[in-house]
């Protein structure tokens, strides 16, 4: 187990906008940072994140935490892999108890499997710099390919020997089980044989940069044996959900707000070497939803990399629509006739490489249409088309002014008029409404119709017990005045009667007072569980201190915390002062508010209590004297507990 003193130094130096950073790009958006969210597919911001308070919060799909809580929701790691995570990203050196055999058996399949894939991804480095075959054969390939030793480093390629089983043999003399070995897919079961050997190796990493896979290239002529042989799909590696590259690129992609895309691991590698960083590759499988929304975390922008060639031309021509599909700003570059991204970086200077993407890069349309008209030439059929074509990509785009932006452009490469392309781009969409309607259930045509629905109730209770964490959270250790109002029964008028005087307290010790004088605790366990933690933070600190507390807690409290803390900053997503929508802060009457939420909850708990009186004075076994004597009382108190929080109002 890691020690508490190294989790305790992870929490004190890690940064959370410096760990989301790599994983989503984050815009300055005041003393915050702003993002899309990489938990849902939206297109304007809705995830924060706090460097004072060392938070996040994703206003989308309501999660939020500490950044060891983003690492757990993001990269699916345990509580372990998030910390040993945020070690080796900062440097930290991990002291660990020792562990029995019985905790060690509780490691789940999925880190057993990743911890194989680390321990392959070292021996074939090793095998590749140290043994003979590996330096003749496999860094002789990479040199030959133009790789200096730096960029092998870089991307730790590796080798695998050419004896049948010499890696599985070396795992298992090191004591990792065969059945891991095998659910990688390192080793191919029954006949216990290495899958890769004698393959020069390409590690896929994930976002994290964990490895999950390989990529194998043999080196032979066999023609019998497949050129590039991949791990098989396990719990750690999904193909169409990863992108080779990805963790080396994500920095240079967020901070230049454009990722290119290539076919092929070399590619990537070669425009590495060459100074273009941002760019991915989708490792010569079609492009997927999944993997384009990995590039959308980071930018919204993607230049589509392609060959000469007629396939490298079907390939980017597939994936344009569905890049389109989400959103994004796509740009098509092809090279000249016989060059690739691995050629052409490797032959030319980093600023011919740029000038050339400058000035080659064409918008999708002006691609497209260009392409499509040189092939239908003067035929009247194939125009048509052609048109058609465009119209169905166009209609592909979600934002409606892009798509008419994008008609417009259209309409002047192919010489025709707009309003014929509008008309088609409206049938094409009805047809495709239409087709949806279609694979909906069947309304019979005579309708009962429906009362409208009542509106949703909201949970006073709840809403006020989150106020009183909130005010505890936001201003717990501030002093404030307040107006101190004691119920008394009055003999002499036989009525409750109302004493006011001015007091000065903190706001924790005032809640705690308030709420203790009234024997109330509060019903949410959540709430009741936060209370307590902070008024012992408040009691033995005298502050509170967030960095602190976030550790110590339960991911459902923790969650709880970050959406307290971080629901004022959503208002800042929007900019509502650039429109001179100025929103009221909470910190303007502290006191007051306070002094409402108590009494608000005073009044909600003798509306419950007058409510359950008279339920039992619908009992005939009850003494109704008694009990209406009771009604009578709360009802007093509720009048005066009114027209005080009327005057507080």
């Known amino acids: 187990m890691i020690t508490k003193t190294t989790i305790d130094q992870v ?14 790009s984050l815009k300055k958006a005041g003393s915050n940072f702003k993002g899309l969210s990489p938990f849902s597919q ?102 030959e390919r133009g790789f200096t030793d730096e960029t092998i480093k870089a991307f730790d390629l590796g080798y695998a020997l050419e004896t049948k089983d010499a890696f599985t043999n070396t795992a298992l003399e090191k004591g990792y089980k065969l059945e891991f070995l095998e659910k990688t897919g390192l080793t191919i079961e029954e006949r216990k044989i290495d899958r890769f050997r004698g393959r020069v190796l390409f590690p896929i990493k994930s976002m994290a940069g964990r490895t999950v896979g390989f990529g194998g290239r043999i080196l032979g002529d066999n023609k019998k044996t497949a050129k590039y042989l991949n791990s098989p799909e396990s719990e750690i590696y999904h193909k169409s959900k990863v992108l080779y590259g990805l963790y080396e690129s994500k920095q240079t992609i967020a901070k230049e707000d454009c990722c290119y895309l290539v076919e092929g691991y070399t590619d990537v590698i070669q425009m590495h070497q060459r100074g273009i960083k941002n760019v991915v590759s ?46 994004m700003n796509v740009k098509v570059c092809s090279f000249p006739e016989g060059e690739d991204p691995d050629s052409f970086a490797k032959n030319h200077s980093l600023e011919e490489v740029q000038t050339f993407f400058s000035e080659n890069a064409k918008d999708f349309i002006q691609f497209k249409a260009s392409l499509l008209m040189k092939e239908a030439q003067n035929d009247p059929v194939k125009k048509a088309a052609t048109i058609k074509d465009m119209v169905d990509s ?87 005045t307040f107006q101190e109002s004691v119920l008394q029964f009055s ?46 933070q408040f009691q033995t600190q005298g502050l509170l201190s967030i960095d602190k507390l976030m550790p110590t807690l339960a991911p459902e409290l923790s ?11 959503k ?17 303007q009457q502290i006191g007051l508010m306070v002094t409402e939420t108590i009494l608000s909850l005073r009044k909600h708990l003798v509306n419950r209590k007058i409510e359950s ?23 007093q108190l509720r009048r005066l507990v009114s027209n005080k929080l009327n005057r507080v109002l």
């Not at 004190?12 to 994983?23: H, K, L, Q, S, W």
């Not at 490469?413 to 509008?422: G, Q």
């Not at 969650?559 to 900053?569: F, K, R, W």
């Open 11 to 24: 929490y004190d130096t890690a940064r959370v906008e410096e760990v989301i950073g790599d994983f989503v």
């Open 282 to 327: 989708s490792s010569g499988t079609a492009l997927t939803q999944e993997q384009i929304r990995l590039i959308q975390r980071l930018t919204q922008n993607i230049v589509v990399l392609f060959d000469g060639d007629a396939a490298g031309l079907r390939a980017a021509l597939r994936g344009i629509d569905m890049i389109l599909s989400q959103g």
């Open 571 to 587: 208002y800042s997503l929007h900019q509502w002062d650039k429109k001179n929508i100025f929103v009221k802060t909470r910190d």
């Open 42 to 143: 939206e297109r304007t911001p809705s995830f924060m994140v706090s460097p004072v308070k060392q938070i996040w919060k994703d206003f989308s799909t309501g999660k939020g935490g500490n950044v060891v809580a983003f690492l757990m929701e993001h990269e699916r790691f345990s509580y372990p892999e998030a910390i040993r995570y945020l070690a080796k990203k900062y440097n930290i050196e991990i002291e660990e108890t020792q562990q029995t055999d019985e905790e060690k058996a509780k490691r789940d399949a999925r880190e057993s499997m990743l911890l194989v894939s680390e321990f392959a991804l070292d021996y074939f480095k090793n095998n590749l710099w140290e043994s003979s075959a590996g330096k003749a054969i496999g860094k002789t390939y990479f040199q």
């Open 394 to 480: 166009i209609a592909k785009i979600p934002d409606a002014i892009q798509r008419e932006v994008y008609v417009q452009s259209c309409a002047a490469i192919m010489e025709i008029s707009e309003e014929v392309l509008f008309s088609a781009l409206a049938q094409k969409r009805a047809k495709e409404v239409n087709a949806q309607n279609k694979r909906k259930p069947n309304v019979p045509q005579m309708q009962v119709v429906q009362p409208v629905a009542p509106a949703l109730k909201v949970d006073e209770l709840y809403e006020l017990e989150k106020q009183i964490i909130t005010l505890l959270m936001l201003y717990g250790d501030r002093e404030e």
């Open 491 to 536: 003999e002499a008028s036989e009525e409750v009667v109302e004493e006011i005087t001015m007091v000065k307290a903190k706001v924790y010790e005032k809640i705690f007072l308030d709420l203790q004088q009234d024997e109330v605790e509060l019903a949410n366990d959540d709430f009741r569980s936060l209370f307590f933690v902070l008024l012992e």
């Open 613 to 635: 009186l008279q339920a039992e004075m619908e009992d005939p076994t009850q003494e109704h004297k008694g009990l209406l004597e009771d009604v009578m009382s709360y009802y």
């Open 559 to 569: 969650s709880l915390v970050s959406t307290i803390l971080m629901n004022e900053e």
